[in-house]
């Protein structure tokens, strides 16, 4: 099949933003957010909004949103390695990648040295025996690239606040969501891509909801992330009803009730995507 696409051309970088201030207040897009809203089964309880608006609480918050961003990145990445791309393809991922991990989980660099980073300059080339190559690749760097975008801008908040960036462990939401994975395929793949959509959709959610009680600049900057982290959720919503030859919503809504109760029940760890905090 040997289907390529280039990877270097312009994306839009989710820089137009969705909030119009009035009153004060940062005010989205509704039609961006209903369908998220319907999608998922619960809201973030206002406990963890309380919480995670105390500034004390804002470099732990944007340490794992930091490394959050990277590793939607990297789930992206992962998922074409190994259904999608051919081998070549896969080592220039891998590169694409190195100088982000090194810099996350190493020390290695800093955000000058990751600047001009996010580019690709082979192709990514699909797998000839791939039933759905082509779709996923498409929709898949499409999305690293914004997420290794986010990545730098929320590095660059950081910089500026002068929050350092310490390694932080990860919350209990994502594998907890990926201990429920059904282990054979083409299941396997489709329950990634719903886990997908829901992970966004909730971080969609906590930026637009968490936006009103930040600062003017770090609000802005959530909402500018709504309108990609939609289209994220969206993408991997459409990926996995077209891969999977079922219908899928009883999965579908089977994922989001262990996703409402991740959400809704008490949770020590306080993070991007934690529950009710415990104290
Ligand atoms: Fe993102
Ligand atoms: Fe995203």
Redesign the pocket.
């Known amino acids: 099949m040997g289907v390529v696409m280039n990877v270097t051309m312009d994306v839009d970088m989710d820089v137009d933003i969705d909030a119009t201030k009035c009153g004060g207040m940062m005010s989205v897009d509704p039609n961006l957010l209903a369908p998220i809203y319907q999608f998922l089964q619960c809201k973030t309880p206002e406990q963890w909004v309380e919480k995670a608006r105390q500034p004390e609480n804002l470099p732990v918050l944007l340490r794992d949103h930091l490394l959050c ?1 990277l590793k ?1 990145a990297q789930s992206a990445m992962f998922l074409i390695r190994k259904y999608a791309v051919d081998p070549k393809s896969a080592d220039t991922l891998l590169a694409w990648f190195r100088p982000y991990e090194d810099f996350a989980y190493k020390k290695m660099g800093d955000i000058h040295s990751l600047k001009g980073k996010n580019q690709v300059t082979k192709q990514i080339t699909a797998r000839a025996n791939s039933p759905y190559s082509q779709d996923l690749i498409d929709k898949m760097v499409l ?1 690293i690239k ?2 290794l975008h ?1 990545f730098y801008q929320v590095l660059e908040i950081m910089d500026i606040r002068g929050i350092s960036y310490d390694s932080i462990s990860a919350s209990r939401y994502a594998k907890s969501l990926f201990q429920h994975i059904t282990n054979h395929e083409p299941y396997t793949l489709v329950d990634k891509l719903i886990i997908g959509a829901y992970i ?1 959709a909730r ?2 959610e906590r930026f637009a909801k968490l936006a009103p009680h930040l600062d003017e600049d770090l609000g802005k900057f959530y909402i500018s ?1 709504l309108r ?2 939609a289209r ?2 969206q993408d991997y919503l459409t990926l996995a009803q077209s891969i999977s030859k079922e219908d899928i919503s009883q999965r579908v809504s089977y994922f989001g009730q262990i996703e409402a109760e991740l959400i809704q029940s008490l949770d020590n760890d306080f993070k991007f995507h934690s529950g009710i905090p415990a104290q």
Do not use: G, P, R, T
Request: a negative charge.
């Open positions: 961003e939607a999305l914004e997420e986010h966004e971080s969609c992330l990609s982290e994220h959720y």
